[in-house]
Antibody, heavy 116, light 106 residues
Framework: QVQLQQSGPGLVKPSETLSLSCTVSGDSIGASYWSWVRQPPGKGLEWIGYLFYSTATTYSPSFRGRATISADTSKNRFFLNLTSVTAADTAIYYC??????????WGQGTLVTVSS | DIQMTQSPSTLSASVGDRVSITCRASQSIGDWMAWYQHKPGKAPKLLIYRASTLQSGVPSRFSGVGSGTDFTLTISSLQPDDFATYYCQRYTSFSRTFGQGTKVEI
């Protein structure tokens, strides 16, 4: 059974970098695509980008230039860094396995608040 | 970028009702469409992929149809556990986009 466990700080200061990690069990990072998705308060789901084959990435135009997704294959873990955050980046962030059968499973979600 | 237009944004219904949610893509996406159910405090749950294939473990009252630009999710007989927000998502090459969401409420 594939499981994704997220970790990272719940509070980030404006202009700083948001950093989250997602540890995968039951599958190999190098064998699938892995996405990050977020949900701002009161709004819908937004796709941020994905990592595939451990090193290649694709990003939503809305996040290109600010988001970086990377991986540590030795720990079977992947990461999201989002730079220069503002209050508009306050959201629940999710990681998920991304295949031609949709996004499944998902991590438990991490609420990140941007505030000084 | 391909845009997804989902409707309605809110749907009021009762237990036992048949409800349908539509999603339109700004250009053809073949059958690269998925549907998710999302409840507060939980991760989204995959219901349907490739437009019409039911994810394992999902009740058969959920169904999906469509190809090209027009897609529909139908719940044949709404159950109490189905009150949630539903999202479509296209997942074509090198990009994914969610619809705006449909909140199904009593």
């Amino acid at each position: 059974q594939v499981q994704l466990q997220q970790s990272g700080p719940g509070l980030v200061k404006p202009s700083e970098t948001l950093s989250l990690s997602c540890t995968v069990s039951g599958d190999s990072i190098g064998a699938s695509y892995w996405s990050w998705v977020r949900q701002p308060p009161g709004k819908g789901l937004e796709w941020i980008g994905y990592l595939f084959y451990s090193t290649a990435t694709t990003y939503s135009p809305s996040f290109r230039g600010r988001a970086t997704i990377s991986a540590d294959t030795s720990k079977n873990r992947f990461f999201l860094n989002l730079t220069s955050v503002t209050a508009a980046d306050t959201a629940i962030y999710y990681c998920a396995r991304d295949r031609d059968t949709g996004l499944d499973p998902w991590g438990q979600g991490t609420l990140v608040t941007v505030s000084s | 970028d391909i845009q997804m237009t989902q409707s309605p944004s809110t749907l009021s219904a009762s237990v036992g009702d048949r409800v349908s949610i539509t999603c339109r893509a700004s250009q053809s996406i073949g059958d690269w469409m998925a549907w998710y159910q999302h409840k507060p405090g939980k991760a989204p749950k995959l219901l349907i992929y490739r437009a019409s294939t039911l994810q394992s473990g999902v009740p058969s009252r959920f169904s999906g149809v469509g190809s090209g630009t027009d897609f529909t999710l139908t719940i044949s007989s709404l159950q109490p556990d189905d009150f949630a927000t539903y999202y479509c998502q296209r997942y074509t090459s090198f990009s994914r986009t969610f619809g705006q969401g449909t909140k199904v409420e009593i």
